[in-house]
């Protein structure tokens, strides 16, 4: 016989030594069993938690492309009208070219809306 089946053999440990083993076994099944129910339970919890957290992610992300969107069509309405933006524009657009040598830029955008003298050095 092989050494596991010997552990539980009535003729080798007797009665006794069976139903201690047994009881043994009993309770560190329950002892499984307890803990599996537990980390089952903190699972579908954390489960729970992370499909509410994802919902509220969704619901945020939606509001955040909508508010996008939103300023996409109204971005050439207001580069036309406020002179800070098309001001801010303008550095962007100058800063992001690639100068052969050292360019000074000074530019002056009138009340009218309109770019009334770039100067270049």
Known sequence: MNKIAN???PKIYGGTMLLTLNSSYRILLGLWKRNKNEAE???RKALERYEQQL???KRRKSIHEEKEKIKQKEFPIL???D???MES???EAIDSLSWPRETIISYLIAHQFQ???LISN
């Open 7 to 9: 552990l539980f053999h």
């Open 41 to 43: 339970e903190n699972h």
């Open 55 to 57: 919902e509220s992610w």
């Open 79 to 81: 580069l036309s009208q």
């Open 83 to 85: 002179i800070n933006l």
């Open 89 to 91: 524009v303008l550095r």
């Open 115 to 117: 770019l009334s003298r």
